[in-house]
């Protein structure tokens, strides 16, 4: 089974919807956030929309030798092999208080190497969010202390 979005982001109202409810949860949650930062690839559509709502600012998180600039990486391990994250080593100030966004959580991989560059960079992550969990993967176990949240969950 294969779990996409694209849907959702195909139908205008379903999508602003889907703002909604995330600008709701996340002014609900946080009285201060500096950054929305975005996940390689589709953390990219959710992240700049959900980020103007709230005025505040947007960042990239992307696969190695996609960003300009100085750079922070880490590598991680996927079901299939390695891979490598970047994020600018001027994205974010020591102690700014980040969101990281993505579209699906499964294994958690991805998302814990994010947390870990935001961390290199002396930075808060107050919580990850995506919009679907694979809950059968356990991905959220990895992320341990750091909050997270998902609006659908499946098994």
Same mark, same amino acid.
């Given at each position: ?6 849907p ?43 980020? &103007?709502?709230?005025? %505040?600012?947007?960042? @990239?998180?992307?696969?190695? /030798? ?5 750079? #922070?990486? +880490? ?20 102690? &700014?208080?980040?969101? %990281?966004?993505?579209? @699906?959580?499964?294994?958690? /991989? ?5 947390? #870990?560059? +935001? ?35 499946y098994?």
């Amino acid at each position: 089974l294969y779990s996409d979005i694209s849907p959702l982001l195909k139908d205008p109202a379903a999508f602003g919807t889907l703002i909604d409810l995330l600008e709701d949860h996340l002014r609900a949650s946080f009285p201060k956030i500096d950054f929305i930062a975005g996940l390689d690839s589709r953390g990219f559509l959710i992240g700049p929309p959900l980020a &103007q709502r709230l005025g %505040i600012g947007f960042v @990239l998180i992307r696969k190695k /030798g996609k960003l300009p600039g100085p750079t #922070e990486s +880490v590598s991680y391990t996927l079901e299939y092999g390695k891979a490598e994250l970047e994020i600018q080593s001027d994205a974010v100030e020591p102690g &700014q208080k980040v969101v %990281i966004v993505d579209d @699906l959580l499964a294994t958690g /991989g991805t998302m814990c190497a994010a947390c #870990e560059l +935001v961390k290199k960079l002396k930075a808060e992550v107050l919580e990850c969010l995506v919009i679907i969990e694979l809950k059968l993967l356990k991905g959220s176990e990895k992320l341990r202390s750091i909050p997270f949240y998902s609006l659908l969950q499946y098994d």
